[in-house]
T-cell receptor, first 114, second 110 residues
Framework: NAGVTQTPKFRVLKTGQSMTLLCAQDMNHEYMYWYRQDPGMGLRLIHY???????AKGEVPDGYNVSRLKKQNFLLGLESAAPSQTSVYFCASSYIVAFGETQYFGPGTRLLVL | GESVGLHLPTLSVQEGDNSIINCAYSNSASDYFIWYKQESGKGPQFIID?????DKRQGQRVTVLLNKTVKHLSLQIAATQPGDSAVYFCAENSNYKLTFGKGTLLTVNP
């Protein structure tokens, strides 16, 4: 049981390049989330999914797209990277959203956009 | 929009002392609150949560207090150990989404 895994761990992009971050969970969770973490800002929700084939916008969705074609995977795409997207990205998943049910986080992906 | 904030960005304590980390929230509709611990280079890890109709909840060495009158949340860590050194985040749940505070860095001195 690997929990939540993220690929890649670190990436450097040039402005305008595109990339996809992959999140995978093996806990059969319905809910999956993408957050970004910037210094002094805490974690901010980018997009989330409440089940296979569904996605929804979070607090800071601009410049990102997501897909949830398979229940265990949640992909975060940057079509045209900007320096403002330099951040640490965390994926999380949970079975349901309720008291007593926690979100499990992946180890993070560090992205540097030059 | 609503936000969750922390009173103190850093806290330094001696090993063995008790630690208290505070958090203010503004969304009165939040139905539960969670504390997370994040060690350097790792993702956040769940510590304890509390429902909005509770005042206090205890775990192993940790206690969370909720004061809805002043919209304040605190995390108490008993007998703080070096392994407790991390950033601690409070988060509130509303409409099936979590909103995180900015975090408090806890440093435990041996």
């Amino acid at each position: 049981n690997a929990g939540v895994t993220q690929t890649p761990k670190f990436r450097v992009l040039k402005t305008g390049q595109s990339m996809t971050l992959l999140c995978a969970q093996d806990m059969n969770h319905e809910y999956m989330y993408w957050y970004r973490q910037d210094p002094g800002m805490g974690l901010r929700l980018i997009h989330y999914s409440v089940g296979e084939g569904t996605t929804a916008k979070g607090e800071v969705p601009d410049g990102y797209n997501v897909s949830r074609l398979k229940k265990q995977n949640f992909l975060l795409g940057l079509e045209s990277a900007a320096p403002s997207q330099t951040s640490v990205y965390f994926c999380a998943s949970s079975y349901i959203v309720a008291f007593g049910e926690t979100q499990y986080f992946g180890p993070g992906t560090r992205l540097l956009v030059l | 929009g609503e936000s969750v904030g922390l009173h103190l960005p850093t806290l330094s304590v001696q090993e063995g002392d008790n630690s208290i980390i505070n958090c203010a929230y503004s969304n009165s509709a939040s139905d539960y609150f969670i504390w997370y611990k994040q060690e350097s280079g790792k993702g956040p890890q769940f510590i304890i949560d509390i429902r909005s109709n509770m005042d206090k909840r205890q775990g192993q060495r940790v206690t969370v207090l909720l004061n809805k009158t002043v919209k304040h949340l605190s995390l108490q860590i008993a007998a703080t150990q070096p392994g407790d050194s991390a950033v601690y985040f409070c988060a509130e749940n509303s409409n099936y989404k979590l909103t995180f505070g900015k975090g408090t860095l806890l440093t435990v001195n041996p």
